[in-house]
Structures are given as C-alpha cells and as structure tokens.
C-alpha cells in the first residue's frame, strides 16, 4: 500500500466512477443483510464489554456441567439424553437465557479426539444448534445459584451424516445488564459416537480387570497353635465390604466380558479373614477381627465369577519387576524371590478358587519396559509382557494402531495395551461430569481407532492397578456400552496374544525407562535389608521342629516388601520391611542363654553349668552350644579351649548344660557361651562371663596333713604314758581283785581311747544330696527357669 500511495493517480472518467459505485454496493450487499445478527449497540451510559469482564468472561462466564449422556453411542430411532446443571459465575444476575445442544463437525483421527478433548471448554460456540423447541428456558440465573437441565433430542433432529465421532456441545445463551445482547456465556464439549449399523470390521478387545490391593497382612502370627494372622489395619475389611472398592470391582466385573488380573496376595489375606484374625490399632495394641462373614462372602462370590473364565495370576504379591531389573539383581538372591512369589502365585489360586491360573504374564508398573524388566520378567518363567503404547511407541511410521501382540525376540512377547483406552479413566471420577466426559472419550477413541483401517486388529486397555471405586464404575459404563456397540468385539488376553502380529509393528524392546516412574522405584538398601532378613530366616529355621510356622509367613511377607504398590508410599514400604525384620529378630530371641554373672572356680577341676531358654511355641532342636576359654592354657574346657554340646528344648522350658573345665592357674578367666546352627552359624548373642578360679586344695592338704601328725602325737604319748604307768604300778596283796577291771575300765574311758568303727545301720543307708547326676541318667528338662542373672559369687559343682 505504501507503494501505491507513490505512484500518481489520474482522475477517472464519470463513467468509469459510476461502475465503481455500483461494485461497491453490490459488494457491501451480503454485510448490510447481516447486521440485525450484530448485537445491538449497548445504551448509553451502559458499560461496554471491556469494562464489564470484571462481571462477565465471555463462555466462562456459566459453568455448563454435563452429568449424563444416554446412550453414549446412539443408532437410529433413538432419542439422546442429556441433563446436567448450569451455575452462573459472575456477580451479576444472567436474563432471556436457554440452553441447548450444538452439533460440530466428525473427527479425522485420534489426535483430533485428544486435541478436542484438551479444549472442551471456552471460546467461541461451534457446530449448528439443534431446533431451540429441543432446549430449556431459563428466566435468570442468579450468581452462584446452579439449576438443572434435561435435553431430549430425536437422533434424526441432529443431522448426522457418515459413520463417525461428532462433536456435541452444550451451550448456554443468555444476556447480563453488562452485555445486555444475546450471547454464548457457557459451552462444555464432549463427544458423540456414531455407528448405527454393524462395522464391516470389528475391532477385538480385550479388557484386563484387576483384582490387586495393597499390603495389609503382616508377617505377624498368634503364638498358638492356630498361628491367628495379624493385620495392619481394617482397610481390607472395608474395601471387601458393601461398597467398598473390591467389592465394586467383583460385583461390576462379573457383568463385563472381561479378563481378570489377581494378585494372589489378595487371595491370601481375604482368606486368613475367614477365621479368627487379629488387627492393630492405632496404639498398637491388637484387637480381634470381626469380619469373617464378608470375607467369605467376597470370596463365594469371585470363585463364581471366574468359573469358566481364563484368570491372569500374577506373582504372589505383584513384585515391582522395574526395581528388581535396575536394583534388584544388583543384590545376590533377590531374583529367587521372584520365581517363589510365582510358584506361590499358582498354590494360592488352585487352593483358593479352585481353578488354574495363567502364570504366563508379568505387568511391569505402568506398563513401562526396558531390556532389563524383560530379562527379568522372563526369568521366572513368563514369556508375555503386558507393556502400554505411550511407552512402547511406533516407529515404523504406521498411519493406524497395529494389533497388541509383538514378537520381541526370546519367545518372549510383548502385549502393548493402547495408551489412550488404558488412561481413560485415570483422575477423579467422583463427579458425574467427569465419569460422563471420560466415557464418551473412550467410546470415541474405540471408534476411530476401529475407522482407521479396514484391517481387524486385537487391542488391549491394561487400566490402573487399582481403581477407585467411582473409576471402577465409569469403566464398567464405558466397557458395557463398547461390549453392546456395533464396532467392537469382546476378546480374552490369551487369544489377543495368539493373534497375528503386524508385520510393520515395532518389535524393538525400548532401551530407556521414564525418570519419573524410575524416582518411585524401590532403593537398593530396601532388597539389601531383604537379603538380611532372608539370611535370618535360613539360620532360625533350622533350628525349629516344625519349620512351616515361620518359613511361609516370613516368605510371603518377604514378597510383599518387593510389592509394586509400595511406589505410592516410599515410607510406609521402609516400615514394613523394619516390622518384618524386627519380628524375626524377636523371635529368635525367643531361645536365648541366660545372663550368668561371675562364676567362683574353686578347684583345678569343676563343671561349669550354661543354661538356655526357649520361649517359642515349639520345640527346638539341631543347636550346638559352644563353651570357649579366653585363655586355653590355664582353663580348658573339656580337654582343649572349648567343648561343644547339642542342645535339644522343649517348648517353654529351659535346659542346664554342663561343661567339666580344668585350671592350671588362679585368677579371672574370661569365657564365653554362643549357640551354633548345623551348619556352624551362630545363633543369637553371645554371652561372656567372668570365671574366678581360687587355689583351695593345697591348704586343705596341709591342714589335713597337720591334723593327722597331731593325733599320731597324741597317740603316742598316751601310748607311753600308760607303758610308764603299767610299768611302775605293783599289784597289792590287799588289793580287791575287781580293782584291775575297773582301772582298766577308767582306762578305756579316757580321752583318744580306741572307739567302735561299726557304722550306724540308718545313717549308712542314706544317700548323699550333693552327689552330681551320673552321664545315664536323663537330660534335664526343668520348667521355665528365671533368665535374671544368677547371684553374685556363684559356686559351681566339683
């Protein structure tokens, strides 16, 4: 333009002026006919729509919610439903409103859906609306006041054309005394499947419906007979009850064709609640749990639900195989865990619901994959990989979504669920604009996906693991209404697996993994503290009589702290594996020595007595108690440094074990008393001692030896003094002849005479109390004995 203005113009011709003319009214004909469409010009004095946006924004300004859309996929004859509300945002009072229902154009491809699907809300009204006889009049629309809306229009008053997904709006017209013209204040847009007739092709679809909760059973057990399970909390309980989450999911899947996906761990724990079961509370403290008759129930009800049905297991606990792959085998024995958790999988079911599981599938979180995660998948025996399309993407430049199966090299197969049915119903879908909105997006993405190819193709939607009750129900709404449609057929997991791939999928495992699910991935300590606990277990149980009672509680409970439910809670996963291990520790405990204090040695040869405790509920046996000398030349035990004796325990009673010890030396002597495995592991704490070893015996033979000589002395003077006597004594004639008997009897009586060496018949017949018990006779096996350390100065047998 600017150069135009430098060229010199001419005048033109009147002739030429008068075509000129009449061009430009012929041309400003179509805009002058528009103008009563205008809104009008606002009065004076009123504020323009600039000064107004305080009041007003335009389509934002009425929140349109659409609550309910029936049928979400409409053929012929049918009359489509909506209702919802709309609730005025602004501060000024909406007049001369209606609301009603706008057709937009169909969609080309998927990511139009997505784009659309971003964008349901604000900016200009688009599509036709349908007759306004078909809307609802609304006098006014006070602020923040919300009014209901129900629109019923005949499938043929909408104008649809082809096969395909529409566009549909709700829109709301109204004026404000700011904007006082009739204008579109409110909009939601969803969408509208349309297939009233069979599709030539369907697609096959197959639906995973998992059954998988989080941990709730402990490693914990009653110490009786019946070993009473112990539960965190009550949460279980409730998610099995009316209206719970799992309940939801059971009574809702029992209506779908769908394919069921259970962790087994889920299996077990309803399980332990149909007898007698324990729960923490909130202080600790355990209380009995009384939900028997629900668990029972729950069960009865599944059992029923999957007969005829193939069932997916997954390994016991549903270990979080990402974390194995990248930290996991980094720790020596945390793959064993895995193929156990997988054998466990199957007992548990065929006990359970009495039926044979599929143990063929591993479901990394998220549906995410790498090299390492299918190493490790199918080290345990799986060979199909459950993965998602938004992380196993297409790169062979395929226009359409290629069937699910992939043959990724191994005899392993990859099954990629279509990303977009699989996150349909992720969010909160409390609301019923949300549960309505999230089911006509995935009847739409359904349908175009079946529009893009002549070609029949299996797809899979793997959802979340574990749905929320309201996001359970929108996805039995959604499946009911695929299941019932024209486009799409209902298909198993395993026959979706059996399809034939297409040629031009990619086959390539992908070789990086999201950083954002690698930050919830479990820490190397965590299977390091697994590995401890494992190692505890292996050197407690082979001391046990009945090894059962620990051997499958700690091993399940050791499953559950690889769980993939932990990534939602990093700390509550470091508390249970803290729980586990401590219980163990305490258990162990359990068969313990007894504190001794110092030990008096007086002698160079004694017994020195170890006593030990076993407080468990069972017997103990396959333990060696080893005595040791700090110092091996001045007190041996046994005849060397140390002596070992195997130790068997009833339940609840301690035993005495005696060692025969020599000293060579006084003084204090260290010693020190641990109990060994079989396999020369020790056992609990050690215990060390003082021993006190006095030199009594020497001064016992020279007292002894002093005595004796003292007597002997004795003796022969006595002796001498009466040979003296006899000697110089004459018998007198005068004498009585008695007189020599009774100085012979006063003689007798004298002190040192010779006494009667007959022993008392009583007093030989009875036995000795200190005389130690002999190597026949029987182990000792005493009731509980104090575990408080023995007095001080103690004195040990001889």
Request: net charge negative; aromatic share 4%; charged share 20%.
């Amino acid at each position: 333009m600017a150069e135009a203005a430098d060229i010199p113009t001419v005048s033109p011709s009147p002739a030429r002026r008068l075509l000129r003319r009449t061009g430009a009214l012929l041309a400003a004909a179509p805009l002058l006919a528009s103008l009563p469409l205008l809104p009008a010009a606002a009065p004076a004095g009123a504020s323009t729509p600039a000064t107004a946006a305080a009041d007003a924004t335009g389509t934002s300004t009425v929140d349109v919610a659409v609550n309910s859309l029936s049928p979400s996929a409409p053929t012929d004859g049918d009359t489509v439903k909506v209702s919802g509300t709309v609730t005025n945002k602004a501060k000024r009072t909406v007049t001369d409103a209606h609301v009603g229902l706008r057709v937009g154009a169909s969609y080309s491809g998927r990511s139009a859906l997505d784009n659309a699907a971003k964008n349901g809300t604000g900016g200009a009204a688009d599509g036709n609306e349908v007759s306004r006889k078909y809307g609802q009049k609304f006098a006014k629309l006070a602020p923040g006041v919300a009014q209901d809306f129900t629109l019923s229009v005949p499938v043929k008053a909408l104008h649809l054309g082809a096969d395909g997904v529409y566009q549909l709006s709700v829109a709301l017209m109204g004026q404000t005394s700011a904007l006082p013209y009739q204008q579109t204040l409110g909009i939601q847009r969803t969408f509208l499947p349309w297939q009233p007739a069979s599709a030539d092709t369907r697609t096959k679809t197959t639906a995973l419906w998992p059954l998988i909760s989080d941990s709730h059973l402990t490693a914990e057990t009653g110490a009786n007979e019946q070993q009473t399970p112990v539960f965190d909390d009550n949460d279980l309980a409730k998610q099995i009850g009316p209206g719970g989450r799992l309940q939801q999911m059971l009574s809702l899947g029992s209506d779908l064709d769908v394919t069921w996906v259970i962790d087994p761990d889920l299996l077990a724990s309803v399980d332990a609640m149909t007898e007698p079961y324990k729960v923490k509370g909130p202080d600790g403290k355990l209380r009995a749990g009384k939900d028997q008759a629900a668990a029972k129930q729950w069960l009865s009800d599944l059992e029923t639900a999957v007969q005829g049905q193939k069932v997916v297991t997954l390994p016991f606990a549903d270990p979080d195989l990402a974390s194995l792959a990248h930290t996991g085998t980094k720790v020596t024995g945390s793959l064993g865990h895995l193929k156990d958790a997988t054998d466990a999988a199957t007992l548990t079911v065929q006990t359970i619901l009495h039926t044979k599981p599929d143990t063929s599938y591993a479901w990394p979180a998220e549906g995410a994959v790498d090299r390492d995660i299918v190493k490790v998948a199918t080290s345990a025996g799986a060979d199909k990989i459950i993965a998602r399309s938004d992380h196993f993407p297409e790169t062979g430049g395929l226009t359409y979504t290629p069937s699910a199966a992939r043959p990724i090299g191994g005899g392993a197969t990859a099954m990629v669920a279509d990303g977009r049915l699989s996150t349909a119903f992720q969010g909160d879908m409390t609301g019923a604009e949300s549960s309505t909105l999230a089911v006509q997006k995935f009847l739409a993405q359904s349908l175009v996906l079946n529009q893009q190819t002549p070609k029949q193709r299996s797809v899979v939607m793997a959802p979340q693991r574990m749905p929320t009750a309201s996001q359970a129900q929108t996805m039995a709404t959604a499946l009911h209404a695929l299941q019932d449609g024209t486009w799409s057929q209902s298909q198993t997991l395993s026959a979706a697996a059996k399809a034939k791939p297409d040629a031009r999928a990619t086959t390539r495992v992908p070789n990086a993994y999201p950083s954002s699910l690698r930050k919830q991935e479990l820490p190397q300590s965590a299977f390091e503290q697994i590995r401890a606990t494992q190692r505890d277990l292996e050197n407690f149980k082979v001391v046990l009589t009945d090894q059962s009672r620990v051997v499958t509680p700690f091993g399940r409970a050791m499953d559950r702290e690889m769980s993939t439910s932990w990534r939602s809670d990093s700390g509550a996963s470091t508390g249970f594996r803290d729980g586990v291990s401590g219980y163990l520790s305490g258990l162990t405990d359990q068969v313990t020595l007894i504190d001794k204090s110092e030990v008096k040695l007086s002698g160079r040869s004694a017994t020195i007595p170890v006593s030990v405790q076993n407080n468990l509920w069972q017997d103990v046996d396959h333990l060696t108690l080893r005595l040791t000398s700090d110092n091996g030349t001045r007190l041996k035990i046994g005849d060397k440094k140390f002596q070992d004796q195997e130790v068997k325990i009833a339940s609840g009673h301690s035993q005495s074990v005696k060692f025969t010890t020599t000293a060579k030396a006084t003084g204090p002597i260290w010693v020190r008393a641990q109990l060994y495995t079989q396999d020369g592991e020790p056992y609990g704490a050690p215990l060390s001692f003082k021993v006190d070893v006095t030199e009594v015996t020497p001064t016992v033979m020279l007292v002894i030896a002093g005595g004796v000589l003292l007597l002997v002395l004795a003796g022969y003077r006595m002796y001498q003094q009466r040979k003296r006597a006899a000697a110089t004594t004459q018998p007198d004639a005068n004498t009585p002849q008695g007189g020599s008997a009774a100085a012979e009897a006063e003689t007798d009586d004298e002190p040192g005479a010779d006494q009667s060496d007959e022993p008392d018949s009583d007093s030989a017949a009875a036995p000795r109390a200190d005389v130690p018990q002999q190597p026949s006779d029987p182990t000792a096996d005493t009731a509980s004995e104090s575990a408080a350390p023995s007095g001080p100065g103690e004195r040990v047998d001889r």
